[in-house]
């Protein structure tokens, strides 16, 4: 089911504006904001937030774009399969952000511990996303100092 280049081709049941902020999302693999995005299609004519806003509630619902709460910000999804927990990298150096794909044995495992740990509070969880913090490998210094 996974396909390599997943995230390279836009999607066709897009809406003009959702297939326009998808592509100004290609450009980069950091988190963007609504903001950064209008900056980048103002030469496209897109002056409203609001246009944009709309248009990255489109791309999250369908499951091409994450929003990522910390940061305020939107990611491009890297795999095809939906996922019960998200989980991101995100790192406070360069603020690129690495999602766990889930058909990885990583993220089965973080989905199967969350899962447990969850249901055994008697809770039945929809969605849940992780963000975790810290230096990401291309930037940790090199050991000797
Ligand atoms: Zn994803
Ligand atoms: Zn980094």
Same mark, same amino acid.
């Given at each position: ?13 897009? +809406? ?11 450009? +980069?693999?950091?988190? %963007? ?14 002056? /409203? ?5 709309? /248009?990255? =509630?489109?791309? =999250? #619902? ?7 709460? /910390? ?7 890297? $795999?095809?399969?939906?996922? =019960?927990?998200? +989980? ?7 603020? #690129?952000? %690495?999602?766990?794909? +889930?058909?990885?044995? $990583? ?12 249901? =055994?509070?008697?809770? &039945? ?12 490998? &291309? ?5 000797? /100092?």
């Amino acid at each position: 089911m996974a396909h390599d280049d997943h995230g390279d081709d836009t999607p066709k049941n897009l +809406t003009k504006n959702e297939a326009m902020v998808y592509e100004a999302m290609k450009l +980069t693999d950091r988190p %963007q904001k609504a903001y950064d995005l209008l900056d980048v299609l103002k030469s496209s004519g897109v002056r /409203a937030p609001m246009t944009i806003y709309r /248009a990255l =509630e489109g791309l =999250e #619902q369908k499951g091409l774009v994450h929003k990522l709460d /910390a940061l305020n910000a939107f990611v491009r999804c890297n $795999h095809d399969k939906p996922h =019960e927990v998200e +989980t991101f990298l995100v790192c406070d150096k360069c603020s #690129q952000v %690495q999602e766990i794909e +889930t058909n990885t044995s $990583h993220a089965t495992s973080v989905e199967s511990n969350v899962r447990a740990v969850v249901i =055994e509070k008697g809770f &039945r969880m929809s969605a849940a996303r992780l963000e975790i913090k810290g230096v990401c490998s &291309r930037c940790v210094e090199p050991a000797a /100092a």
